[in-house]
């Protein structure tokens, strides 16, 4: 496993184009799905305007941001093959001064809500980023981990609000594309 301790570097390490393999199953509609997407992670400007509105509504000093960045998908689901899946969203870590392998993660929108969210993240030992975020209608636990710089995997479990049933399941592998294509 390719392992890294804090999150500039997983961050880092993050950047660029990934070709993106998702199973999901959503056990609400009994329904398994298969996702195919371009994902593009681009660092932006800690003085980014988004960056600095994300930060300022949460109360937190924008000077604390460490490589924020912008990530944006492209795909196509074989649930609904007439919609397309897309979209964008600013992240931007805010580390424990104290715990350089812990902090928050701000989000301009969620991964269970298309809301604003603020994620308590932390990297393991092993260098599997672990995010936890409680929404006003479910929780989200998101693992991210590169078995080498080029290829990286995610789970995902979206929860109930109470955090005691799982919604949906869905595993990733995320394969960097070496052409920009």
Not at 107 to 129: L, S, V
Not at 140 to 151: G, H
Request: aromatic content about 10%; overall charge negative; hydrophobic content about 40%.
């Amino acid at each position: 496993m390719f392992s890294m301790n804090h999150i500039k570097q997983f961050v880092e390490n993050s950047l660029g184009r990934w070709r993106s393999q998702r199973s999901a199953h959503h056990l609400t509609f009994r329904h398994f799905e298969a996702v195919q997407s371009v994902i593009d992670i681009v660092a932006i400007s800690p003085d980014d305007r988004a960056v600095i509105e994300l930060c300022q509504l949460y109360s937190v000093d924008p000077s604390q941001a460490v490589m924020p960045f912008q990530m944006s998908w492209e795909g196509e689901s074989d649930w609904d093959e007439n919609s397309e899946v897309k979209g964008s969203c600013i992240l931007v870590p805010i580390p424990d001064p104290n715990l350089p392998n812990r902090g928050k993660l701000l989000r301009d929108q969620g991964y269970a809500e298309t809301i604003a969210a603020a994620g308590d993240y932390h990297i393991t030992e092993d260098g599997t980023f672990v995010l936890l975020t409680t929404y006003e209608h479910a929780a989200a636990e998101e693992k991210i981990w590169f078995a080498n710089p080029n290829l990286r995997f995610r789970v995902s479990l979206i929860k109930t609000s109470g955090g005691s049933g799982v919604v949906t399941a869905s595993f990733s592998s995320e394969i960097r594309s070496m052409s920009g294509n």
